[in-house]
């Protein structure tokens, strides 16, 4: 207990902390609130409030990526949670003698058991996090530099350590001074007791106190620090894993031509209030670059570099957005440069890595749209496959007449004709143009004919998804094409909607309903697994040898699709798939995403050469994909090394229409 | 400085064209238009001139049936400030005719400049520019792929057989735009949103002294299908007697 100067002065200090703790919050709470609205953050709280404690109690975010640091982590997180409590008891101490939240008793005995264990945990963890972050320095929390170069993770490791280790010493101070019935379950408290042995009972008391004001001390420090540095997480990155989106990785918000003049973000006051609690919310870890194919590939962008370019744009433009003024500059150039976000693929890596839930490709994605529309900034390798868009209704500007040119010497039943059908099989552009692409259309065309299918093409009348526009801000164009599919669509009966390729599924099934548009579309691995089980059709031959597959990322990440075209593979292979490493949720993009298939590819390393050496590490002959732009980067990967007698592509229906009688 | 653009709409080059039931016209249903590309040179150029302080204003002039409209307002949405349609019924093969209908209205107009493309992808004829010179009494320079601009000062780059030549002239002046001027601009959503919102002026005009008509379109002569000689060295001997003997191209 402290006497009323001890008292007084405790106070004050308290009053000062949390005073500069809740300024410095509600300063980044009023700049959250000068987003733009975003209303589906609050739908399903419960679902949302499970999730976080799914996520966030168990430090599964953290670990899920990253075991053992992760653990490390956990361990700290842990401390925190307990100490938080346990400051309570501390200040309480310095009003009342022996205060305890839980009084006397048992409960009181194991709380104090359990943060003297905690207490332990959380500094074998700050130590380790140390030496991970000072001498082992992985590339995800040193590069790229300078922006990795801040001391703040310094400080607030030394003040976790120095928040236990005082908190032992002055417990041990206590033990010799107070006596062993203070310290029943205390066992790592009770070892910090030789190192104060033998002192005098008046040495002894001005070591615990001074033991027990550094602890608070610390306390009330960190308290003033947490929310000016990334480590504003703590109380950031719970909230934003609540706010998460529910809809598939990267599904972007309709522009409404009819209301809005400005399109996307060109200053930082048109982001919405969830992507501001994001840029609050990273804490540079990387787990985001470590995945990301444009960074691994050496490349401009580092999704985490985004979020803390944005974070510091923002916090520099706080006396303009808090008076209600434009900010001063725009986002680009000096913030963030057009190489990053040209750069990124869409692959969605850095979102399903991210542990505290970021949405770092609608912010990209928001940033490309204002850059294509309102600066008329892009890469000028698009600008065909644009023109091409506009007047063909595909990236290549081949002949709209010509779409369905490849069913030459097929059946394939065109929907004019039919007019009513089970599944309306949407070819795409790729499908319908690409040499490749067409030979997977073939083989597909192939399969549904034997399998008795009922189904029909559009024709010259099919468009182009749109995907390509979308995903490098052309939201204008892609409506255009969404528009204008939606209207054909009407025309006609159908059940389900089949499509070869992961753009035209992904963008018809989940972001077409926003223009009235809503289907339930197929994937072809999805409607192969089932004319296999059901013994539509039967797979005798097996000439692939091993087999490796290719996850593409909106199949896989954006739609969780990932055991159809695996079971599609053992059936046709008649034996188990050899992974990739990277597989599944993990899976490595192939570079063609986000319209990067029709942009050159100049700086780095080139996405797909990478992912072709990880199939070609597997010793698998042939690597199975289920998207024609992933089979078109496969194929250009697998022949600009030269290694067309070791590794084939091959998409999924291909393989199948070998493996048919 | 004020400049002129004349532009034309034309099929987009990837059209499946077919002949019209009359045998006089292509039909064109299911076609796309598109700006023609050597216009599209045209109008660039003319946008850069006034991005670099050059020049004041642009009007872009067309001519033809009611659709032509969407070529202007994507030429507004590349940036020019005003269009006109001079608006026929259908469009003349009499390229001096064509010419004609430009040279009127163009005389009524201030202008320091005209732009336009060298040809257009589908008639070919190459005429338009000289001849409107002609009409208008003013320098011509045709196949042009660098323009400065300097005051009342003009000077080109042309291309001519295996070279290139510099020429001088001065204000006014028509200039007809080649492949390699510039590479045009994809117009700004933001343009297409104000382009969607102006209005397109429209003057009823008819081709006049019309000397020349189609009597019968006809398709090419289909490309007879490649021939595989052999494979390896085996096969030169054999590739070069045919080339010499039947394609006679050695």
Same mark, same amino acid.
């Given at each position: 207990?402290?006497?009323?100067?001890?008292?007084?002065?405790?106070?004050?200090?308290?009053?000062?902390?949390?005073?500069?703790?809740?300024?410095?919050?509600?300063?980044?709470?009023?700049?959250?609130?000068?987003?733009?609205?975003?209303?589906?953050?609050?739908?399903?709280?419960?679902?949302?409030?499970?999730?976080?404690?799914?996520?966030?109690?168990?430090?599964?975010?953290?670990?899920?990526?990253?075991?053992?640091?992760?653990?490390?982590?956990?361990?700290?997180?842990?401390?925190?949670?307990?100490?938080?409590?346990?400051?309570?008891?501390?200040?309480?101490?310095?009003?009342?003698?022996?205060?305890?939240?839980?009084?006397?008793?048992?409960?009181?005995?194991?709380?104090?058991?359990?943060?003297?264990?905690?207490?332990?945990?959380?500094?074998?963890?700050?130590?380790?996090?140390?030496?991970?972050?000072?001498?082992?320095?992985?590339?995800?929390?040193?590069?790229?530099?300078?922006?990795?170069?801040?001391?703040?993770?310094?400080?607030?490791?030394?003040?976790?350590?120095?928040?236990?280790?005082t908190y032992l010493l002055n417990q041990g101070a206590e033990i010799i001074l107070i006596g062993e019935s203070f310290a029943k379950w205390m066992p790592f408290t009770r070892a910090t007791v030789p190192l104060m042995a033998g002192m005098s009972a008046g040495s002894l008391h001005i070591l615990n106190s001074f033991f027990w004001w550094s602890h608070i001390l610390m306390v009330l420090a960190f308290l003033v620090f947490i929310p000016h540095s990334k480590h504003f997480h703590l109380l950031a990155g719970p909230i934003n894993i609540f706010l998460r989106s529910h809809d598939p990785i990267g599904t972007l918000k309709k522009v409404d031509f009819e209301k809005v003049?400005?399109?996307?973000?060109?200053?930082?006051?048109?982001?919405? +209030?969830?992507?501001?609690?994001?840029?609050?919310? =990273?804490?540079? &870890? @990387?787990? %985001?670059?470590?995945? !990301? *194919?444009?960074?691994?590939?050496?490349?401009?962008?580092?999704?985490?570099?985004?979020?803390?370019?944005?974070?510091?744009?923002?916090?520099?433009?706080?006396?303009?957005?808090?008076?209600?003024?434009?900010?001063?500059?725009?986002?680009?150039?000096? +913030?963030?440069?057009?190489?990053?976000?040209?750069? =990124?693929?869409? &692959? @969605?890596? %850095?979102?399903?890595? !991210? *542990?505290?839930?970021?949405?770092?490709?609608?912010?990209?994605?928001?940033?490309?749209?204002?850059?294509?529309?309102?600066?008329?900034?892009?890469?000028?390798?698009?600008?065909?496959?644009?023109?091409?868009?506009?007047?063909?209704?595909?990236?290549?500007?081949?002949?709209?007449?010509?779409?369905?040119?490849?069913?030459?010497?097929?059946?394939?039943?065109?929907?004019?004709?039919?007019?009513?059908?089970?599944?309306?099989?949407?070819?795409?552009?790729?499908?319908?143009?690409?040499?490749?692409?067409?030979?997977?259309s073939k083989a597909f065309a192939k399969i549904l004919n034997k399998a008795g299918v009922s189904y029909a093409i559009l024709g010259e009348e099919e468009g182009c998804c749109g995907d390509p526009a979308r995903r490098v801000g052309n939201e204008y164009l892609f409506q255009m094409n969404a528009e204008q599919n939606i209207e054909t669509f009407k025309q006609y009966k159908f059940k389900k909607i089949v499509t070869c390729c992961p753009h035209g599924y992904h963008i018809l099934k989940n972001e077409y309903n926003e223009f009235g548009g809503q289907y339930e579309v197929v994937h072809h691995s999805q409607l192969l697994a089932e004319l296999i089980s059901s013994g539509?059709?039967?797979?005798?031959?097996?000439?692939?040898?091993?087999?490796?597959?290719?996850?593409?990322?909106?199949?896989?990440?954006?739609?969780?699709?990932?055991?159809?075209?695996?079971?599609?593979?053992?059936?046709?292979?008649?034996?188990?798939?050899?992974?990739?490493?990277?597989?599944?949720?993990?899976?490595?993009?192939?570079?063609?995403?986000?319209?990067?298939?029709?942009?050159?590819?100049?700086?780095?390393?080139?996405?797909?050469?990478?992912?072709?050496?990880?199939?070609?590490?597997?010793?698998?002959?042939?690597?199975?994909?289920?998207?024609?732009?992933?089979?078109?980067?496969?194929?250009?990967?697998?022949?600009?090394?030269?290694?067309?007698?070791?590794?084939?592509?091959?998409?999924?229906?291909?393989?199948?229409?070998?493996?048919?009688? | 400085?004020?400049?002129?653009?004349?532009?034309?709409?034309?099929?987009?080059?990837?059209?499946?064209?077919?002949?019209?039931?009359?045998?006089?016209?292509?039909?064109?249903?299911?076609?796309?238009?598109?700006?023609?590309?050597?216009?599209?040179?045209?109008?660039?150029?003319?946008?850069?001139?006034?991005?670099?302080?050059?020049?004041?204003?642009?009007?872009?002039?067309?001519?033809?049936?009611?659709?032509?409209?969407?070529?202007?307002?994507?030429?507004?949405?590349?940036?020019?400030?005003?269009?006109?349609?001079?608006?026929?019924?259908?469009?003349?093969?009499?390229?001096?005719?064509?010419?004609?209908?430009?040279?009127?209205?163009?005389?009524?107009?201030?202008?320091?400049?005209?732009?336009?493309?060298?040809?257009?992808?589908?008639?070919?004829?190459?005429?338009?520019?000289?001849?409107?010179?002609?009409?208008?009494?003013?320098?011509?320079?045709?196949?042009?792929?660098?323009?400065?601009?300097?005051?009342?000062?003009?000077?080109?780059?042309?291309?001519?057989?295996?070279?290139?030549?510099?020429?001088?002239?001065?204000?006014?002046?028509?200039?007809?735009?080649?492949?390699?001027?510039?590479?045009?601009?994809?117009?700004?959503?933001?343009?297409?949103?104000?382009?969607?919102?102006?209005?397109?002026?429209?003057?009823?005009?008819?081709?006049?002294?019309?000397?020349?008509?189609?009597?019968?379109?006809?398709?090419?002569?289909?490309?007879?299908?490649?021939?595989?000689?052999?494979?390896?060295?085996?096969?030169?001997?054999?590739?070069?007697?045919?080339?010499?003997?039947?394609?006679?191209?050695?």
């Amino acid at each position: 207990m402290l006497n009323l100067f001890g008292q007084i002065v405790l106070l004050l200090c308290i009053l000062a902390s949390t005073g500069f703790f809740f300024l410095e919050v509600r300063k980044r709470y009023r700049l959250v609130k000068t987003g733009l609205k975003d209303e589906k953050r609050w739908d399903k709280p419960v679902k949302r409030l499970g999730f976080v404690v799914a996520r966030v109690a168990t430090q599964l975010c953290s670990i899920k990526d990253r075991p053992v640091v992760g653990v490390m982590h956990a361990f700290v997180f842990w401390g925190f949670v307990f100490f938080t409590v346990a400051t309570i008891n501390h200040v309480g101490g310095a009003f009342g003698k022996g205060f305890s939240l839980w009084g006397k008793g048992l409960f009181n005995d194991l709380w104090f058991l359990g943060v003297d264990i905690i207490a332990v945990f959380c500094i074998i963890g700050t130590i380790y996090l140390a030496v991970r972050r000072y001498f082992v320095k992985p590339i995800a929390i040193t590069k790229p530099m300078p922006i990795s170069r801040s001391p703040q993770s310094a400080i607030v490791l030394s003040l976790i350590f120095g928040l236990m280790l005082t908190y032992l010493l002055n417990q041990g101070a206590e033990i010799i001074l107070i006596g062993e019935s203070f310290a029943k379950w205390m066992p790592f408290t009770r070892a910090t007791v030789p190192l104060m042995a033998g002192m005098s009972a008046g040495s002894l008391h001005i070591l615990n106190s001074f033991f027990w004001w550094s602890h608070i001390l610390m306390v009330l420090a960190f308290l003033v620090f947490i929310p000016h540095s990334k480590h504003f997480h703590l109380l950031a990155g719970p909230i934003n894993i609540f706010l998460r989106s529910h809809d598939p990785i990267g599904t972007l918000k309709k522009v409404d031509f009819e209301k809005v003049e400005e399109f996307g973000v060109t200053n930082v006051n048109q982001f919405q +209030w969830k992507n501001i609690i994001d840029f609050f919310s =990273c804490v540079d &870890c @990387g787990r %985001c670059q470590d995945v !990301c *194919p444009a960074f691994q590939s050496d490349k401009a962008l580092s999704p985490k570099v985004i979020m803390m370019s944005l974070r510091k744009h923002i916090l520099h433009e706080s006396d303009n957005l808090l008076s209600g003024n434009a900010p001063a500059e725009p986002v680009m150039d000096k +913030w963030i440069t057009a190489d990053e976000i040209w750069a =990124c693929t869409t &692959c @969605g890596a %850095c979102m399903e890595a !991210c *542990p505290v839930s970021n949405e770092h490709i609608p912010t990209i994605l928001e940033l490309r749209r204002a850059q294509m529309m309102m600066e008329n900034k892009f890469p000028q390798e698009l600008n065909p496959a644009f023109k091409g868009l506009e007047t063909n209704s595909n990236p290549w500007n081949m002949g709209s007449s010509t779409r369905a040119d490849w069913t030459e010497g097929f059946e394939v039943p065109i929907m004019a004709e039919k007019q009513e059908v089970d599944y309306l099989w949407y070819v795409g552009c790729a499908g319908s143009f690409d040499d490749r692409g067409k030979e997977i259309s073939k083989a597909f065309a192939k399969i549904l004919n034997k399998a008795g299918v009922s189904y029909a093409i559009l024709g010259e009348e099919e468009g182009c998804c749109g995907d390509p526009a979308r995903r490098v801000g052309n939201e204008y164009l892609f409506q255009m094409n969404a528009e204008q599919n939606i209207e054909t669509f009407k025309q006609y009966k159908f059940k389900k909607i089949v499509t070869c390729c992961p753009h035209g599924y992904h963008i018809l099934k989940n972001e077409y309903n926003e223009f009235g548009g809503q289907y339930e579309v197929v994937h072809h691995s999805q409607l192969l697994a089932e004319l296999i089980s059901s013994g539509k059709i039967e797979l005798t031959q097996n000439g692939n040898g091993i087999i490796t597959f290719h996850d593409s990322c909106y199949l896989g990440r954006y739609n969780q699709i990932f055991d159809e075209p695996r079971s599609i593979l053992r059936a046709a292979t008649k034996q188990e798939i050899v992974e990739m490493p990277r597989a599944k949720t993990k899976s490595f993009c192939c570079g063609a995403g986000g319209g990067r298939m029709f942009m050159e590819e100049t700086e780095g390393k080139r996405i797909n050469h990478i992912r072709v050496e990880e199939a070609q590490k597997t010793g698998a002959a042939t690597v199975g994909t289920a998207c024609p732009f992933c089979m078109s980067m496969f194929d250009d990967g697998i022949k600009e090394k030269g290694i067309e007698d070791k590794l084939k592509v091959q998409d999924i229906a291909q393989i199948i229409a070998n493996a048919m009688s | 400085m004020k400049i002129i653009v004349c532009l034309k709409q034309v099929p987009d080059t990837e059209a499946n064209i077919k002949i019209d039931t009359n045998g006089k016209s292509i039909s064109e249903a299911g076609i796309k238009f598109i700006i023609n590309p050597y216009s599209e040179y045209a109008i660039e150029e003319a946008i850069r001139l006034k991005e670099a302080g050059k020049a004041e204003s642009i009007t872009a002039v067309s001519w033809g049936p009611e659709r032509v409209s969407e070529a202007l307002k994507t030429a507004l949405a590349m940036g020019v400030d005003d269009v006109l349609l001079l608006k026929t019924d259908s469009y003349s093969v009499d390229s001096f005719a064509t010419a004609g209908i430009l040279a009127a209205k163009l005389k009524t107009m201030e202008y320091d400049l005209i732009l336009m493309g060298k040809e257009t992808i589908d008639d070919g004829s190459m005429q338009i520019g000289p001849m409107l010179s002609e009409l208008l009494n003013i320098p011509c320079v045709t196949v042009v792929t660098k323009l400065d601009v300097d005051g009342e000062h003009v000077t080109v780059k042309r291309e001519v057989e295996g070279g290139s030549e510099i020429i001088e002239t001065s204000t006014p002046c028509i200039i007809t735009c080649q492949k390699g001027l510039n590479e045009p601009r994809y117009p700004s959503i933001r343009g297409v949103m104000m382009a969607k919102k102006k209005q397109v002026t429209t003057e009823q005009v008819s081709f006049e002294g019309e000397n020349l008509s189609i009597n019968k379109l006809s398709y090419p002569a289909a490309r007879s299908e490649g021939k595989v000689v052999g494979e390896g060295a085996d096969a030169v001997a054999e590739l070069v007697r045919l080339l010499r003997e039947e394609a006679k191209v050695l």
